[in-house]
Structure formats: C-alpha cells, structure tokens
C-alpha cells in the first residue's frame, strides 16, 4: 500500500510540474452578433461604399467621367424607369434568360436520363458531348445570331447552348452512379424497363438535375446578355454595351443594378424551386 | 417429403467468360425444395450462392440446366420469387410504407388496396409508427424489417434472402431472427436463406446445404430435425452443437478434396 501511495504520488507531482511548464490554453471562442447587428453592419458597408463614391467623385478624387457617381445614376435610373424602355429591355432579357434556362436544363436532364436506356448509344454520343462541353460555347454566338436573327430566338438559343451540356453531364453522372442493385430489386420484383426508368432511375438522378439548377441560371443569364451585346434590339445587355459605347456610365451601372436585381430575384425563384423538388428526394 | 417441390433446380451450371477462358462458377447443382421449407445454403465466400440466387431470381440465365417453380420451367423469367438482397435498397424518397408496397406496386397493384394491404402488416411486425417516415430515419435493423417485408409482401410462394442479416451487430441479429421465425410460421413461404453463420443457419431452417467452391457445389446436405419453435438455449443442445460440428468440419475440408472422396 505505501509504495502504491508513493507512486501515486510520483505520478501527481509530474503532473502538476507539466502542468506550471505549460501555459493553459483556451478553446478560441467566436461569439455570434444578433441578427439586427448584422444587418446594420451589412447596410452600413453599402452605405458607406455609396457615400464615399460620391464625395471621390466631388471632390474629383475619381473621375466621374468615367465612374460616374451616386447622385447622376439615381437621376438615370429614375430617367430610365419613368421615361425609357426599363420595362421593355427587362422583360426581354428575362423572357430570353428564362425560355433558355428552362428549355436547356430540361432537354439536358432528359439527354443525360435517355443514356440509362442503352449503353450503346451513350458510348457513341459520349465524345460528342465532351466535345461540345470543352467548347467555349459563346465563340459561337455570332453564328447563333446569324441564323437565328436579332430577335429574342437567337438569344435563347445561346443560353441552351451555355445550360444544356452541363445539364446532360451532370445527369448522365447520375445515370452511371445508379447502383446495380437497385435496378436487380426492380427487376427481381418483375419490373418493365420504363416502370425502373419511372419510379428508379429517374427520382434518383433527380439530386444530380437539382445541384445543376443554380449553375445554369447563371449560365443562362450570361448567354442571353451575350447575345444581347453582339446584337440586339432590346435588352439589358443591349442597353450596357450601347450606353458604354457612347460614354453614359451611369447608364451602365444602372442597367447593372437591374441585371444584378433580376439575377437575385432568379435565384431566390430557383432556390425555392430546389427545396420544393428537395423535399421529394429526402437525400 | 410427399408433396410436390416447390422449387427445383435441376442441373443448374454457370460459366462465365474471362479473357483467360472460361470461368466455372458452378458445377451442376440439383435441388428440390418442398413447399413450406426454410433452407439454408451455406459456404465460403465465392463458391456461388449469389450467383445461384441470380439465377432462381431470373436475374442470371444459367448455361446449363433448368429452375422450375411448381413443376413450370422459370428459367430466365422475372418477377417469379421474391428477392432480398444484402442491402436493404429502401428508396431514400419514398416513406416505409411506399417503400414496403414497392412489389405490389410494380405488379399494378392499385396504390390505396396496396397500402391498404400493406398497413396492418408493418403494425403487426413491428414497424408500427415507422409507416410514414422515411428510411433515413431508421435504424439497422428496422430498415432490414422493411426490405423483408417488402419482399413478403411481394406475395410469391417463394423468398429468397441473401445474407439479411449480415450487416447487423450480433444482439440485433438475435432478435430478427426471431423475429423472422414469427415471419415465417406465420406466413408459410419456401424460404431460402444464404448465411456466413452456421449457428444462424442451424437455428433458422429444416436443411442446410453445405456448399463447396471451385467451381461452386453442394457437397453436403444436413437436415436440422430439431423441434420447432425453436428457443434461444437450442443451441445448447447436444443435436444442435453435432450439427454444427458436422458443418463446421464439411467447411474446413477442401472443397476439392471432398468431391473426389464423394
């Protein structure tokens, strides 16, 4: 008994020297702002950016000749909505932005789920496709206009062509991730091809169409303000690179302002969109 | 042994092509199973019990032979046995009961008669509460519940289960192998079962095949003439622990070796 005590003792004494040799350390703790903090600051910053421009540019720190500022922007914006084609070119580059990505991802997630149906076809399709992915597609934008004209159609053609492979990529990785045991369970339950298509195959590439969906708004919205600068007649796009052309650049930033808002407003519409098709998967 | 079998493999062989030749994964296999049985296969890994429930399964055309099912020659059709496979396979998006009445759906089953159908029995086998969850949210065991329920409920004379209770620890496996015995006397079906474990094959059936590999074959069949329900403590007994033995020593040997003495 005494010896274990002894060593006991021994064993304590160690400690407490490591102990005094190191200094206690503390977990880092970050302590999170209330939501209404937050936001002040996050206003704030915008306020401060906005503030700032406009004494630059009073002051002639920034010229405003080519940045423009606050107060002449807020006057063209209001110019713009109350006495130009706000609406027209919005609801153009909207309407081409929107018919591209819903036709783009839509036909791109139906090729991809359509290779499940033979191996055959999708090994003769495959270099096609990465062919035409590791394209830059926009170099043929001017071809596009060309055929299409200047109207919305070859401005929806640019953004399916900007969507749709990425669509059919993605879901044709879908399709190859199946796992073989699914399909035997169907199969073995005595299942018909389309019944495994319908109720297997295409619920479970559905997680793979969603985490596409984000992508392509931004891709389609880059191919409708493309088409838009190389020629058009309507459209946000237009409205950027005629205003840059002929030195209004607060007519720029504002035609900004509203693309970035439309933007926003997409993929609001298009996160809704992935909770509603989300909460049918449950992955 | 009077009645007619319920399945029979009759010569059943499988070869498959390698870039080295031909690769015999079975040798002719002849079984006949009465109906109401539980049998087990058991045997080491490789020696072709998956690929002989591909084939009763009609998932796998044999190169040789014939499986018949009630006299009729269901040779590479589907849709004839219930399948479990060793994964549960429950739809992640579909909810327990969904993913219960999965066979009955695909057989065109309307979806409220095959729900209906469906209700008492997930209540009954212990999946009550569970119906309207998703298979996320269930353990282990409770998933393996649902997949063999769907398979019960797929309402073929004939199961097949292929290791169901592999994944599990050992005190769930316990308990849904009673849990499956409550299943089974209550339902009646021609059960065929393929296990690693030679305590849960004895427990379970009326029969073991004992399978060798290389190419893949029964060299033995043990009957397990131990009265039913059977307790937890038969496996205690003298009968249980000389059937074991006599399996354990049938595994040890080659495989080879023990054919050409048989």
Request: contains cysteine.
């Amino acid at each position: 008994m005494a010896v274990q005590d002894s060593r006991l003792d021994d064993i304590g004494g160690l400690q407490g020297a490591a102990a005094s040799a190191k200094p206690a350390r503390r977990l880092p703790v970050q302590k999170d702002w209330p939501a209404w903090a937050t936001i002040t600051a996050q206003i704030g910053v915008l306020v401060g950016i906005i503030g700032l421009w406009e004494i630059a540019a009073r002051l002639g720190w920034l010229d405003a000749f080519f940045w423009s500022q606050p107060s002449a922007i807020w006057r063209t914006l209001v110019i713009f909505f109350t006495e130009g084609d706000a609406w027209t070119d919005i609801s153009f580059t909207f309407r081409s932005t929107i018919l591209g990505f819903i036709i783009g991802t839509t036909a791109g997630s139906l090729i991809g789920l359509s290779f499940w149906w033979s191996r055959n076809y999708a090994a003769v399709a495959q270099p096609y496709i990465i062919c035409f992915e590791s394209m830059p597609k926009l170099a043929l934008a001017p071809l596009i206009i060309l055929v299409f004209g200047l109207g919305l159609t070859s401005k929806v053609v640019i953004a399916i062509a900007l969507t749709i492979v990425v669509s059919t990529l993605t879901t044709f990785a879908g399709v190859k991730a199946l796992d073989p045991d699914g399909e035997k369970l169907f199969y073995s339950l005595g299942a018909t091809r389309w019944q495994v298509f319908r109720k297997l195959v295409v619920p479970s590439c559905l997680p793979w169409i969603i985490s596409v969906l984000r992508v392509n708004i931004g891709l389609a919205l880059t191919g409708a303000i493309v088409g838009e600068f190389i020629s058009s007649q309507h459209g946000l796009g237009r409205t950027i690179f005629y205003a840059g052309s002929t030195y209004e650049i607060s007519l720029v930033w504002v035609a900004v302002f509203v693309l970035s808002t439309l933007a926003v407003i997409m993929y609001a519409a298009v996160s809704w969109l992935e909770g509603v098709l989300r909460k049918g998967t449950r992955q | 042994m009077a009645s007619a079998p319920k399945l029979v493999i009759d010569h059943v062989s499988m070869a498959f092509k390698t870039p080295g030749g031909t690769f015999q994964a079975l040798a002719p296999i002849t079984l006949a199973i009465p109906p109401g049985r539980f049998v087990s296969l058991i045997g080491p890994s490789g020696c072709g019990k998956s690929t002989i429930f591909n084939i009763i399964a009609g998932l796998l055309e044999p190169t040789g032979g014939r499986v018949l099912i009630d006299g009729v020659d269901a040779t590479g059709t589907i849709g004839r046995v219930g399948y479990m496979l060793q994964k549960d396979l429950l739809l992640p998006w579909r909810t327990v009961l969904d993913n219960v009445i999965l066979g009955m759906e695909i057989q065109g089953v309307p979806l409220a008669e095959a729900r209906a159908r469906a209700l008492p029995l997930l209540q009954r086998y212990g999946l009550s509460g569970f119906e309207y969850l998703y298979p996320n949210a269930l353990s282990g065991g409770m998933r393996q519940r649902a997949a063999l329920l769907r398979t019960l409920l797929f309402d073929t004379d004939v199961i097949l289960l292929d290791e169901p209770f592999g994944a599990l620890d050992a005190q769930t496996k316990l308990q849904m192998q009673e849990w499956l015995m409550a299943l089974w006397s209550d339902f009646r079906k021609t059960v065929v079962f393929v296990t690693h474990d030679v305590e849960e094959a004895i427990y379970l059936s009326d029969e073991l095949y004992v399978m060798g590999t290389r190419p893949g074959c029964i060299i033995d069949t043990v009957p397990v003439d131990l009265p039913r329900p059977r307790l937890r403590t038969t496996a205690l007994t003298p009968e249980f622990v000389a059937i074991k033995e006599r399996c354990l020593m049938l595994l040890s040997t080659p495989a080879a070796s023990a054919q050409k003495a048989a």
